[in-house]
């Protein structure tokens, strides 16, 4: 198949890049670096079916050639990097979710979706299966995030209906590992970059809030199997294994050998208290099941930021 990536420059679209091409596809990678870096996709710049395209998706998106699949992968996707940036935050969700519909309806293409675990808001079901509304703050500074992601959902499943486009979206919950920039400000990455600093482990609020966090090779996997999967209902994609944010300070702290000490910042704006996902859904249709769990996952991605100490 020929596949575009929007947002193949970033964290997650840098390694979906890597599964389909190892799968034997070939790629369109297309980003505008915001909050993507060349760094992540320059072992791919060699490959015969790799091809890049520095490119807006919230402009007119052309791509010459057929195309089978289109992963939009696009959007600021880190609290800081959505607070800073809210105007393109609201524009990739909702324009760049039209154009790369737009441009699927136009190739015949199946478009899967990157939506998230935030549609759910701070979430009062819990764990939060797919069925649930949510309980979002539209007005609240995540709202730029948040509403985006649900507006592109509504969308999504607008061409579905309307359209006949062949659509699928993932709700992704947290993921982590190598790629992640050390400044993108998530919790797994900063807690690390600082333990192996040196610096304290800054914990907002009291570190009671919860958080599931998934292995990016797991939930690459689960994003692979939903895109060949026959049902366009939003799927669930995370690890249910749940912690608090202070649990993943101490084994943060415990694996780096740190003697890095833990301090406590203002819980941001609606920071949600609990999340975790059910993940019925993706077991069921997809026969997925997240194998690397939080000690395991957490080595690798210390790994990587040891030997990328300024990337
Ligand atoms: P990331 O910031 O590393 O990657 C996003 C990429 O999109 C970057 O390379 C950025 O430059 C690019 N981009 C942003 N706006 C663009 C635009 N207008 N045109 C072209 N490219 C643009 O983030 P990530 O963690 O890799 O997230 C990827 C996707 O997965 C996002 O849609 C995000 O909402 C979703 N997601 C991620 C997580 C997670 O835990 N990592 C959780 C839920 C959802
Ligand atoms: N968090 C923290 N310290 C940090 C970064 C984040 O305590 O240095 C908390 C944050 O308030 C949230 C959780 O960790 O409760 C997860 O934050 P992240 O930004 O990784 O993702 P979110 O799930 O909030 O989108």
């Known amino acids: 198949m020929r596949i575009l990536v929007t947002g193949a420059a970033g964290f997650l ?26 760094d992540n996709i320059a072992h791919l710049m060699g490959n015969q079916r790799f091809h890049f395209i520095q490119h807006d998706v919230t402009n007119f998106v052309y791509v010459e050639g057929p195309l089978d699949g289109v992963f939009h992968f696009a959007s600021p996707a880190s609290p800081i990097d959505y607070l800073e940036k809210p105007i393109q935050t ?13 441009l699927a309806k136009a190739k015949g293409a199946r478009l899967l979706l990157a939506s998230t675990s935030e549609v759910y808001g701070d979430p009062q079901v819990h764990p939060q299966p797919e069925s649930y ?51 993108d400000g998530r919790v797994v990455s900063n807690f690390i970059v600082q333990a192996l600093r040196g610096h ?20 690459i996997d689960g994003i692979y199997r939903l895109f060949q999967s026959d049902r366009s209902d939003p799927v669930n994609i995370g690890n249910p294994g749940e912690f608090t944010v202070r649990q993943l300070a101490e084994r943060v ?45 957490l080595r690798s991605t210390i790994d990587f930021f040891r030997a990328h100490p300024a990337t």
Not at 16 to 38: C, I, K, Q, Y
Not at 90 to 102: A, D, E, I, Q, Y
Request: charged share 25%.
């Open 133 to 183: 509304w949510g309980h979002v703050n539209p007005i609240g500074p995540r709202g730029v995030y948040d509403e985006a992601k649900r507006f592109a959902e509504a969308m999504t499943m607008a061409y579905h209906r309307y359209h006949g486009v062949e659509t699928r979206i993932v709700r992704i919950f947290n993921t982590y590992g190598p790629r992640m920039r050390p400044n």
């Open 13 to 38: 679209g840098s390694h979906l890049s890597d599964r389909l091409l190892a799968e034997g596809h070939s790629v369109v990678g297309m980003d505008n670096f915001l909050t993507g870096h060349p």
């Open 200 to 219: 304290p482990l800054t914990i907002y609020g009291d570190g009671s809030q919860t958080r599931s966090f998934c292995y990016v090779s797991d939930l």
């Open 90 to 102: 609201l524009k990739v969700g909702s324009l760049g979710t039209h154009k790369t519909l737009g």
């Open 253 to 297: 702290i415990e694996l780096t050998g740190s003697t890095s000490k833990i301090v406590t910042r203002p819980l941001p704006e609606d920071d949600p208290k609990v999340r975790q996902p059910d993940i019925t859904r993706a077991r069921e249709r997809l026969g997925w099941e997240p194998r690397v769990q939080l000690d395991a996952g």
